[in-house]
């Protein structure tokens, strides 16, 4: 298969568009299948606090595969206070400084708070953190979250876990227009047409949890992912036509049955 | 004796010192690897954890990584 171009994000190149979520996997081992058949090099972990009274369980080990980076997350957190927090604890859990910013208080739509998310991005861009950061699908704000130093924005493409789709798209488009720093779609894709067509819109990547940990068989959806991120970046790079209202022949319109 | 909340749960310590090392050892919490601690909000290092005393009231929060998007 043709390589695209590799994505540039903080210090790292990844060859894989496809960032995945490890939630909601029936096992680790189908998780870890998962992984690698989605051909991916960052997955997402969260953080919790340890529960004093039942055995601790690993997942890290389940996810130590060849090239393979971790982005925890600092789901669970509220406030700017309580995400630098949670990112100071992922840091020494994990000893990465990279991080998703995720800072969503409402639990029925999950969606993030622009201002604590704002105020979150500017202290730990100054702590040395690659901050990905979680956001509304808002131009400006994505703007003022590049300015705040984050190393990436990850605007939504609709609430988390509901496999709509692009609803966004609009925004997203103007939002890829602007960015100087990579956008990764994310939340919302739920089929991997959606992936597609985020990356043929020129998303820099995109990350996939739910579309593919709740699918009959997790592993085939992994790989269909896989299939289509790449593929909709390869029709990005190869600059796709412009859409036109009026028709435009494929075929020669001279007339030769009569003149 | 020394009282500190745990993950807000409150644990008196045992006589066998207040380290965050010891803390551990007293819950048989193994599986250290991926554990990081905050006291009062003030995350300690690994190497740390041996020298740390712990006193009266403290907040410790301990957490380790888990599933997640």
């Given at each position: ?50 529960q004093?009274h ?38 020494e ?26 105020l ?19 131009p400006?704000l ?7 130093g ?27 227009e ?5 956008v ?18 020129g ?12 699918a ?19 029709a ?9 209202k009026q ?13 | ?7 807000d ?12 090392e ?21 995350v ?26």
């Amino acid at each position: 298969m043709k390589q695209t171009e590799p994505l540039r994000i903080g210090d790292r190149d990844y060859r894989s568009r496809l960032f995945l979520g490890t939630g909601k996997f029936g096992s680790y081992p189908l998780m870890r299948q998962a992984v690698e058949a989605s051909g991916t090099e960052l997955v997402t972990v969260a953080l919790r606090r340890v529960q004093l009274h039942e055995a601790q369980d690993d997942v890290i080990a389940h996810l130590q595969l060849p090239g393979v980076h971790l982005l925890p997350n600092t789901s669970g957190v509220r406030t700017a206070k309580e995400a630098v927090l949670a990112a100071q604890l992922a840091r020494e859990s994990l000893q990465t400084n990279w991080l998703k910013l995720e800072i969503h208080p409402d639990p029925r739509y999950l969606l993030p708070d622009p201002i604590e998310t704002m105020l979150a991005t500017e202290q730990l861009a100054k702590e040395g953190f690659f901050v990905m950061a979680y956001t509304n699908a808002d131009p400006v704000l994505c703007k003022r979250l590049e300015e705040a130093g984050a190393a990436a924005v990850m605007p939504l493409g609709a609430p988390i876990g509901t496999n709509q789709g692009l609803q966004t798209k609009a925004m997203l488009e103007i939002i890829i227009e602007q960015s100087n720093v990579p956008v990764v779609v994310d939340a919302g894709i739920g089929a991997p047409s959606h992936a597609a067509e985020a990356m043929e819109m020129g998303a820099d990547a995109v990350l996939v949890n739910t579309a593919i940990a709740v699918a009959g068989d997790p592993v085939a959806m992994a790989e269909a992912f896989r299939l289509a991120t790449h593929c909709g970046r390869m029709a990005f790079e190869a600059r796709m036509g412009a859409v036109t209202k009026q028709a435009e022949a494929s075929s020669p319109l001279t007339a030769f049955l009569s003149n | 004796m020394t009282r500190i909340l745990l993950n807000d749960e409150e644990i008196s310590l045992n006589r066998g010192g207040a380290t965050v090392e010891a803390l551990l050892k007293q819950l048989s919490i193994n599986d250290l690897e991926r554990i990081a601690v905050a006291v009062n909000d003030n995350v300690l290092r690994r190497s740390d954890w041996a020298s740390y005393q712990l006193e009266e009231n403290d907040r410790v929060l301990m957490i380790a990584p888990i599933q997640g998007g």
